[in-house]
T-cell receptor
Framework: EAGVTQSPTHLIKTRGQQATLRCSPI?????VYWYQQALGLGLQFLLW???????NRGNFPPRFSGRQFPNYSSELNVNALELEDSALYLC??????????FGQGTRLTVV | SQKIEQNSEALNIQEGKTATLTCNYT??????LQWYRQDPGRGPVFLLL?????KEKRKERLKVTFDTTLKQSLFHITASQPADSATYLC???????????FGSGTRLLVRP
């Protein structure tokens, strides 16, 4: 069974540009979580989608947004990129209130 | 405010010993708590989930306890091996919205 897949693996953007990150959950999982992990730091909760709806978001500005598609895959968009947005972005899928399974992450570098 | 606290200092132990990591939380009573392992540059890997009505859970060399009175979970690795060296994260839902929040993790280093 395929795990959670994220694309791209690496992404280099210029300050002010937009980045789009993608996540395909494990088949049958309806929830997708997004986390930001800056170098050497912990996982910061970004967004949670379940059954196509945004259920919760963390303390991030509105330029961080996303959506979940009918097939439960998800997209994270970051607008007006800033240098401090450079981080590993992790996606996880789960059934609600069950173990979360993570992808390998997208390393976003803003220059 | 709600908090998850894990010891930020690395735990350095000798191979073969038992490693014990602590997760404390405040201001909420989660229905369950999870433990994950994370290696550098990789996504966390799920290890164990324990529910509020379970005092203890085991999986091979791993053991987790959950004390809802103390608001604390302990994570034990018995007969530790150098391959167990990693950062260990606890995670729980921090409010009734079910969003999953992670502690900052404790780095474990097992010396041969």
């Amino acid at each position: 069974e395929a795990g959670v897949t994220q694309s791209p693996t690496h992404l280099i953007k210029t300050r002010g540009q937009q980045a789009t990150l993608r996540c395909s959950p494990i088949s049958g999982h309806t929830s997708v979580y997004w986390y930001q992990q800056a170098l050497g730091l912990g996982l910061q909760f970004l967004l949670w989608y379940d059954e196509g709806e945004e259920r919760n978001r963390g303390n991030f500005p509105p330029r961080f947004s996303g959506r979940q598609f009918p097939n439960y895959s998800s997209e994270l968009n970051v607008n007006a990129l800033e240098l401090e947005d450079s981080a590993l972005y992790l996606c996880a899928s789960s059934l609600v209130r069950r173990a979360a399974f993570f992808g390998q992450g997208t390393r976003l570098t803003v220059v | 405010s709600q908090k998850i606290e894990q010891n930020s200092e690395a735990l350095n132990i000798q191979e073969g010993k038992t490693a014990t990591l602590t997760c404390n939380y405040t201001n909420y009573s989660p229905a369950y708590l999870q433990w994950y392992r994370q290696d550098p540059g990789r996504g966390p890997v799920f290890l164990l989930l324990i529910r509020e009505n379970e005092k203890e859970k085991r999986k091979e060399r791993l053991k987790v306890t959950f004390d809802t009175t103390l608001k604390q979970s302990l994570f034990h690795i018995t007969a530790s091996q150098p391959a167990d060296s990693a950062t260990y994260l606890c995670a729980l839902e921090m409010d009734s919205s079910y969003k999953l929040i992670f502690g900052s993790g404790t780095r474990l280093l097992v010396r041969p």
